[in-house]
């Protein structure tokens, strides 16, 4: 069970398409920014799905290329889909920066450079921002599911600026350093 799972049989329920589609579809929706998913992973889920019995493969003659296969969902598919979405909604949410790693670690150096750290972590938060905004822009047409991600985003990187100010300021301040200036 897996959020790679949800993605693809999602898109195939939405519509039959070939694997090399499916791919073009994740890049067209951006999952690759805000969930764990490759374009090789693509490719050996949808072979698993299939095997498993929750996608249907056609092989359809291509126009000027040679024929491909279409998957479409199965009746079992929609159930395991149906099954991901409230197994995913019911799960506690969880946020996962790898970031947090470095911030567990400020206190083991010199306190100047970890003051440096934070102003990178800002800036590369704030570099990522303009990211998303310029994603969202230049996807303004896709459905509001999609573009609900992009304001989620939008939000989620705001939050993490405020509180790394927070952060920073309470690191300035605290006197249990271990490695003190």
Same mark, same amino acid.
């Given at each position: 069970?897996?959020?790679?799972?949800?993605?693809?049989?999602?898109?195939?329920?939405?519509?039959?398409?070939?694997?090399?589609?499916?791919?073009?579809?994740?890049?067209?929706?951006?999952?690759?920014?805000?969930?764990?998913?490759?374009?090789?992973?693509?490719?050996?889920?949808?072979?698993?799905?299939?095997?498993?019995?929750?996608?249907?493969?056609?092989?359809?003659?291509?126009?000027?290329?040679?024929?491909?296969?279409?998957?479409?969902?199965?009746?079992?598919?929609?159930?395991?889909?149906?099954?991901?979405?409230?197994?995913?909604?019911?799960?506690?949410?969880?946020?996962?920066?790898?970031?947090?790693?470095?911030?567990?670690?400020?206190?083991?150096?010199? %306190?100047?450079?970890?003051?440096?750290? &934070?102003?990178?972590?800002?800036?590369?938060?704030?570099?990522?921002?303009?990211?998303?905004?310029?994603?969202?822009? %230049?996807?303004?047409?896709?459905?509001? &599911?999609?573009?609900?991600?992009?304001?989620?985003?939008?939000?989620?990187?705001?939050?993490?600026?405020?509180?790394?100010?927070?952060?920073?300021?309470?690191?300035?301040?605290?006197?249990?350093?271990?490695?003190?200036?």
């Amino acid at each position: 069970m897996s959020a790679i799972d949800l993605a693809i049989l999602g898109m195939v329920l939405e519509k039959p398409q070939s694997a090399y589609d499916l791919q073009k579809d994740v890049d067209y929706h951006q999952f690759p920014r805000w969930t764990k998913i490759s374009t090789p992973s693509i490719y050996r889920k949808v072979i698993q799905l299939r095997k498993e019995g929750y996608l249907h493969c056609d092989i359809v003659k291509g126009d000027r290329l040679a024929d491909k296969a279409v998957y479409s969902i199965t009746e079992k598919g929609r159930a395991y889909f149906e099954e991901l979405m409230n197994t995913y909604v019911n799960q506690p949410i969880s946020f996962l920066f790898d970031f947090n790693v470095v911030i567990t670690n400020l206190n083991k150096i010199d %306190k100047k450079h970890a003051l440096d750290l &934070v102003n990178k972590l800002r800036s590369n938060i704030i570099a990522s921002a303009k990211t998303n905004d310029e994603y969202a822009a %230049k996807y303004a047409d896709i459905p509001l &599911v999609g573009r609900t991600i992009f304001e989620q985003q939008r939000m989620l990187y705001r939050a993490l600026l405020e509180w790394l100010d927070l952060f920073e300021i309470q690191f300035k301040e605290d006197g249990h350093y271990g490695n003190k200036m």
